[in-house]
DNA sequence: GTCTATATCTGGATAGAC
DNA sequence: GTCTATCCAGATATAGAC
């Protein structure tokens, strides 16, 4: 017997309204996003969307954990390449980027709901990246004496405060820099 | 004749307004700072403390701007050093860090009064190391080929972005991992 | 599950007296 | 220059009907 509640159709829903808010935020900003704004993008009410996620900050951590998913479910090839794609493909959508910096801002407090998520982001970002710069170590093709948590964890905090700069100042290149950053940053020592 | 109006006392009790703001930031932070809690700590009323700034995200630049010039006064020593220590300082005043985190993500928005400021901040922070960085290269302390302005545009990118991190994280290091980025980074193809 | 309506609140800005 | 008082806008969160 299919359930209904929570499962079956709900769920479905709150998919289409992350979708919708995904775009909504992309297009306008997160200073021009009210849950308002978004009920209405959304073609529902304030009541109806705060019915899904319980408060305006919770949905913002649902719209960028569900970002992360679909950013990580379209990653190929070797690890550093993938991630600076990320960046690359992020500077289409501006937007976004204004929303994780805000969220990443009030993260600050313990007691927002982002706070976790960053957490989560962090840790898991570096594990990964830590963990494919430890399998090219061996393989020879990194320096023997690379702090692979040390340059995962770099690697996050350049991206991000590339990305912050770069919403005010689009004159950068940030996926070069980052480019320019591995390979010179890897091949330290080596030669 | 000793002058009055802006001349004077005024701009004196603009300074003092500005040293309590500061100090009342980098206690309870960004989030817990509202005009009329400024107002209090400064022991004047809030229409008082907007006589002196037009409004609050003014005030909030203007409390920036006050940071990075006790900052660059207290600055000794090589460039690079130099600012790393500014990064160590800024450990001990998490408030001031949130403040600067929560304007930058604001400034993005060409309107808002962060977004002159945070472009100078860019502008002048670059220029500056990357001055110092090409004087280091020219005397032989630094590889002929690297790019100083990438260079100096990343520091500040790392540097901001793992300060925005260490507010969430404060497991990192920020002033080991920004040395790390510099010893690796800069000697880079230089054996 | 969804809508309407509203409660409530917070906070920034303003006007005018002293 | 400074205070008091007030206004106003904007937004979230909630209650309750359908």
Chains 1, 2 share one sequence.
Do not use: C
């Amino acid at each position: 017997m299919a359930k209904r509640g929570p499962y079956g159709k709900g769920i479905e829903r709150r998919e289409q309204i992350l979708d919708a808010a995904l775009r909504t935020i992309a297009e306008r900003g997160y200073l021009a996003t009210s849950v308002a704004e978004l009920a209405e993008a959304v073609g529902l009410s304030q009541g109806g969307l705060l019915h899904y996620f319980g408060s305006k900050e919770e949905l913002f951590v649902a719209v960028l954990r569900r970002r992360d998913e679909t950013d990580l479910a379209g990653v190929h090839g070797p690890a550093p390449a993938a991630f600076v794609d990320i960046v690359r493909r992020n500077a289409t959508v501006p937007g976004l980027i204004e929303l994780f910096t805000h969220m990443q801002a009030a993260a600050a407090d313990p007691r927002h709901p982002a706070h976790d998520y960053m957490l989560e982001r962090y840790q898991l970002g570096t594990e990964g990246l830590s963990l494919a710069l430890r399998e090219m170590r061996r393989t020879g093709s990194l320096p023997e004496d690379l702090d692979t948590d040390g340059a995962a964890t770099m690697f996050f905090a350049l991206a991000d405060g590339l990305q912050a700069r770069w919403l005010i100042d689009p004159s950068i290149d940030m996926a070069a820099l980052l480019e320019q950053w591995w390979d010179r940053y890897t091949t330290a020592g080596q030669r």
